[in-house]
């Protein structure tokens, strides 16, 4: 991956997109491939950071549940004890699994990985915290 650009055409070519702005694209994964069981999806944010107005980074965020809606201290220990990549943050009002790489030299099995593994998290803590398929 060169830059923001390269990495938008390639997420345009092989991801179903949901939205697509300058800084920020939303893709929609899907989970399951059975058909006896119901299909869930999680809605992934990737978007274009600056760090220090100087560098190029990419952000990979997902919303799994409303802030006001689960126990934050059982939330924090499932993430601490079962999540690879991605940090929990609260933005607005809903918690969020994002990971965040930067595009210099960036290969694509760079970014992949850290997107499927932070999606699959998320719906994991989704489903356990909710019961629900929100995002």
């Known amino acids: 991956m060169?830059?923001?650009g390269d990495l938008v055409a390639y997420i345009r070519q092989?991801?179903?997109v949901v939205r697509d702005?300058?800084?920020?694209?939303?893709?929609?994964?899907v989970f399951g491939d059975d058909p006896?069981?119901?299909q869930r999806a999680q809605i992934m944010v990737i978007a274009r950071e600056i760090l220090d107005q100087r560098e190029d980074w990419v952000q990979i965020a997902t919303?799994?549940?409303r802030h006001d809606e689960v126990d934050?201290?059982?939330v924090l220990t499932e993430v601490g004890e079962s999540t690879v990549v991605g940090g929990l943050a609260v933005m607005g009002d809903h918690l969020v699994l994002r990971h965040s790489l930067p595009l210099i030299?960036?290969?694509?099995?760079e970014?992949?990985?850290?997107?499927?593994?932070?999606?699959?998290?998320a719906e994991l803590l989704e489903q356990q915290f909710t019961g629900r398929d929100d995002y």
Do not use: H
Request: charged letters at 35%.
């Open 63 to 65: 919303p799994f549940a």
């Open 14 to 16: 092989e991801y179903r």
């Open 111 to 121: 970014f992949i990985d850290p997107l499927e593994l932070v999606a699959g998290a």
């Open 72 to 74: 934050l201290l059982d």
């Open 21 to 29: 702005e300058p800084d920020e694209i939303r893709i929609r994964l």
């Open 2 to 4: 060169a830059d923001w």
């Open 105 to 109: 030299n960036l290969d694509i099995n």
């Open 36 to 38: 006896d069981t119901e």
